[in-house]
């Protein structure tokens, strides 16, 4: 009973926010004049657009609009007939703290008008109520809008699981929802009528061998022999049954023929990891000796990698010492697990991928810890230091030579904090002939953190030699630095 009341409630929620017709008797001439501007340019776009980051005549259309516009207009303008002005309007009223955008958002959750989008270099299509949604989620589009809190989403997401609604979010509140008893019946009924995906996805996480059927026989459309199981891979990660293990084994080896890879094989992967048995590491070991062609190789190592990375059990560390020894595969995450595992053995072979940093191919996942504040190079680099300082000290001299621009900084960082004079002279040679700003500006702030006046005096003669320090932007921050420290 209580099921029902609950979904009934939610119906009358979403019926009592239905949008609303627009009246255009309700907004000024002069905010109609800043609204035609935004029509006729029709495409939502942020302040800094395409790799030149320039700003766009739209985002002057917006913020003139912000500064025309009462609230009251901004609200009823979220109604416009044109897709981009509505959600121009949404984004204006998101930085005013008194108004009940909540209520706004439900009122479009059938706002499924497609408008073109520009944010920075990423351009593509959006769904209007999506955006929506967006604007008021923490870490989305702007920082400075009002966000919803988590009471506010989670009934968010009930709506978009509980109402019928085309926006793409509603992927994302299908897969947020409680797994409980009382939306086991929504989600099955969403796969089953609509065929849609999320759900199978959702479904599987209840473990019900009941629907282990359905799992089996989803298929999307899809043209190749082993595609179109994108979703039900996922599904499996989330129900590693026996049962599906023989169809996993059947796909690998479709995947085996070197002539193409597919981002399906991501999921794939996942799913044999999920099973975190032998039989599952057995699996994940052919593709090391089955497949030959160098580049497609890589790819299904890659998403080894990855899937080991997620589902990580104790069957898999002859795989990931493999990886690591053999492939220069690493992660912050597997560094530390092996580390825990023989510590010996991580350091030997922390020596040996820190000779070749640039060959390192470290692999940073979604699932890693973001609060991390040490890169793994580092991490890397502080060990060999603890254990064995003069290895470590050669590292960074080696390196200070032969770095690339991703890599350069960390040493020159470990200079400074150091200071050991053998430092010096390889970053006093950098100085001399380094054309890259971002290394030869690293470069000096090592050798002007030793505050040592021979030192000064090597910096600039090192300007007179290289000219690539006195042009350009590098160079304008180079005097600046040497400005800044009285080095004259």
């Not at 912000?66 to 609230?71: F, G, P, R």
């Not at 009930?158 to 979010?169: E, F, I, K, R, W």
């Not at 509140?173 to 409680?178: D, F, G, K």
């Not at 000096?444 to 030192?455: G, M, P, R, V, W």
């Amino acid at each position: 009973m209580k099921i029902l009341q609950t979904i009934i409630i939610l119906f009358i929620t979403i019926s009592s926010f239905a949008q609303s017709n627009y009246d255009d008797s309700k907004i000024s001439n002069k905010t109609k004049k800043e609204v035609k501007k935004i029509e006729k340019v029709n495409e939502l776009m942020s302040s800094a657009v395409y790799s030149s980051g320039m700003r766009p005549k739209q985002w002057g259309n917006f913020e003139t609009l912000k500064e025309t516009a009462t609230e009251s207009e901004l609200i009823e303008l979220t109604n416009h007939p044109n897709g981009v002005v509505r959600s121009y309007s949404f984004w204006a009223l998101s930085y005013n703290k008194n108004v009940d955008l909540f209520k706004i958002v439900k009122n479009h959750l059938n706002d499924d008008e497609l408008i073109s989008t520009q944010f920075g270099c990423i351009g593509g299509q959006e769904k209007v109520g999506d955006f929506y949604i967006q604007v008021l989620t923490p870490q989305y589009v702007d920082l400075d809008s009002k966000k919803l809190n988590k009471q506010q989403f989670r009934e968010l997401d009930s709506l978009l699981v509980y109402t019928n609604n085309n926006l793409n979010a509603k992927y994302g509140a299908i897969q947020r929802i409680e797994s409980s008893e009382s939306n086991y019946g929504k989600i099955k009924e969403l796969y089953l009528e609509k065929n849609d995906q999320s759900a199978l996805v959702k479904l599987a996480k209840y473990n019900k061998v009941e629907d282990i059927e359905l799992i089996l026989n989803n298929r999307e459309q899809d043209n190749s022999e082993e595609g179109g199981f994108f979703h039900t891979y996922k599904a499996i990660s989330n129900f590693p049954n026996s049962k599906f293990f023989p169809f996993l084994k059947s796909q690998l080896q479709k995947t085996l023929d070197n002539t193409h890879y597919s981002n399906e094989w991501t999921q794939l992967y996942r799913a044999i990891a999920s099973y975190k048995n032998e039989d599952a590491k057995n699996q994940l070991l052919i593709p090391f000796t089955q497949v030959e062609h160098k580049n497609i190789r890589k790819y299904h190592l890659n998403m080894i990698f990855s899937a080991l990375n997620e589902f990580q059990s104790n069957s898999y560390d002859e795989l990931l010492w493999k990886l690591w020894q053999e492939e220069n595969k690493i992660s912050p995450k597997v560094f530390e697990y092996l580390s825990s595992l023989n510590s010996n053995k991580a350091f030997e072979l922390t020596k040996k991928s820190m000779q070749n940093p640039n060959e390192l191919d470290i692999a940073n996942f979604s699932f890693d810890n973001f609060e991390e504040t040490k890169s793994l190079n580092e991490q890397m680099l502080d060990l060999i230091i603890n254990k064995d300082r003069d290895f470590g000290l050669q590292l960074i001299r080696e390196n200070i030579k032969k770095s690339n621009v991703h890599n350069f900084p960390l040493y020159a960082t470990k200079a400074s904090e150091i200071k050991d004079k053998s430092f010096v002279k390889p970053l006093i040679e950098i100085l001399e002939t380094e054309w890259n700003a971002h290394i030869y500006l690293s470069a000096t702030k090592a050798l002007i953190s030793y505050d040592n006046q021979d030192i000064n005096k090597q910096i600039l003669n090192a300007r007179r030699k290289n000219e690539n320090l006195r042009k350009d932007w590098g160079g304008k921050a180079f005097d600046k630095l040497l400005a800044e420290n009285g080095i004259e």
